[in-house]
């Protein structure tokens, strides 16, 4: 690419668009047990193999009969029998109650439960309250999962709470998308890791640490994290001895117009640029390639450099990409709406993410406050926020307008 010809700066949905169609999933896959599941990704539909709950069972601590007993004249039954959970009863006959326990199997004949709060019982005679209804506080057996339904899809991210499902439907070991293998490479002179002193010029190397833990948040397998000087051997060095072992990489700095940044000429030297530039803010010159290695296509990402347009790229374009790259089903966060406590001051030509806190206003509205200084090299103000507010080119904000936002609690993990 002559930097002087520059290509334009694509819209960022037509860019994900066109990027995500480069996500080729995932196909390799390994069993795990349930205690390491978390965070994973479904390679195959899980079919329980049991109802839950596997009986009809009692929701309250009580008394279970037969309500046509009470229907008529006396409401006191003999408490024949104790079923706690873990334990099956006998048959309730006429005339019969059962003191039941919440979990505990109904016994047969019984169909309905009344809370121990209603009842009164003296010796083994239990009085019962004057309207039941037939099934009450009975926990229907299947009512939560069918025995051969399919309780998680193929590309289900497993939650703590589908950790607990499948435990509920008695697996053991889950067919899962091995985890991606990615290498981070920061790029730049002035990098120091944090820990050594600094000569002047010097900064310390944030993103590289930042770019580590996001990946850590998905799951996926660092391979390495490096650290190369902004020259372009010693990157076209790092970027063919990284792609030999992972599934992409992902770099940062050097990837604007100067003199200094050197990515762009590589992944076009090693492969092919498929995009450049995106009309974001911040994150402009954000690159995507896929380079050619030993007859392997490995995707590179291109961000920029400075911290704060990295985790805007990251957790916009990147992350969708490695979670369908991952075999995930869903890798596109859930926008919600609130109403802007700001105004912007005039329309921009890039679609903007500010860095945003999402807090509750008078009369139970959502208000989204800004970060006064949004500067792109500043990550103290993604500290602050607990996501982007997301201003769409061309447009100006004032108080009171209903706008987009995206929790960070939808993108970090
Ligand atoms: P560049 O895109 O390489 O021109 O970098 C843009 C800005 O981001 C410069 O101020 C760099 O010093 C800064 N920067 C680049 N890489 C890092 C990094 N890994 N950690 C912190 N700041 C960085
Ligand atoms: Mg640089």
């Known amino acids: 690419m002559i930097k002087s010809n520059l290509p334009g700066l694509t819209p960022v949905n037509e860019a994900l668009d066109k990027i995500l169609q480069f996500a080729a999933p995932q196909q390799s896959v390994e069993m795990v047990r349930l205690e390491h599941a978390l965070g994973r990704i479904l390679a195959e539909d899980q079919v329980a193999c049991c109802d839950v709950p596997p009986a009809d069972n009692s929701a309250m601590d009580g008394y279970a009969f037969r309500s046509q007993d009470i229907a008529t004249g006396d409401r006191r039954l003999k408490v024949t029998q104790r079923i706690p959970a873990g334990s099956v009863g006998v048959p309730v006959l006429a005339g019969e109650a059962a003191r039941i326990f919440t979990g505990a199997p109904i016994p047969e ?57 499948l435990a509920s439907v008695g697996v053991a070991e889950i067919p899962f998308f091995k985890p991606l293998r990615v290498a981070v490479l920061s790029t730049g002179d002035e990098l120091v890791d944090p820990g050594l002193s600094l ?86 010159p954000l690159a995507y390639g896929e380079l050619e290695v030993e007859g392997r296509s490995v995707p590179f990402f291109g961000l920029p450099g400075n911290p704060a347009a990295v985790l805007v790229t990251f957790c916009l374009i990147v992350r969708p990409y490695l979670l ?26 890039r679609k903007e993410y ?25 990550l103290s103000a993604a500290c602050w926020a607990n996501g982007f507010a997301v201003i769409e080119a061309g447009s100006v904000v004032r108080k009171g307008d209903q706008i987009a936002f995206l929790l960070f609690s939808e993108l970090l993990s």
């Not at 790259?325 to 105004?343: L, T």
């Not at 999402?358 to 500043?378: A, C, R």
């Open 354 to 378: 500010l860095r945003a806190k999402l807090v509750q206003g008078e009369n139970n509205t959502n208000l989204v406050q800004v970060f006064p200084n949004q500067s792109s090299g500043m």
């Open 109 to 165: 004949h019984a169909d309905c439960v009344v809370m121990q709060e209603q009842c009164h019982q003296e010796g083994d005679l239990v009085e019962l309250p004057e309207s039941v209804k037939v099934r009450q506080n009975i926990r229907d057996r299947g009512e939560d999962i069918q025995k051969h339904s399919v309780v998680l899809g193929k590309g289900t991210r497993i939650r703590p709470q589908e950790i607990g499902l």
């Open 199 to 284: 000569n002047p010029g010097q900064i310390y190397n944030s993103n590289r640490f930042m770019l580590v833990a996001l990946l850590n948040s998905l799951g996926i397998t660092l391979v390495e994290a490096r650290s190369v000087e902004d020259d372009p051997d010693a990157v076209r060095l790092a970027v063919t001895e990284l792609s030999e072992s992972c599934d992409c990489i992902i770099s940062s700095g050097g990837v604007s117009v100067g003199e200094e940044d050197h990515v762009v000429n590589i992944i076009e030297e090693m492969g092919r640029l498929e995009l450049w530039r995106m009309a974001i803010k911040p994150g402009k």
């Open 324 to 349: 369908k790259m991952m075999g995930a089903k869903e890798y596109e966060p859930n926008y919600c709406h609130a109403i802007a406590d700001f105004d912007t001051k005039k329309a921009g030509n």
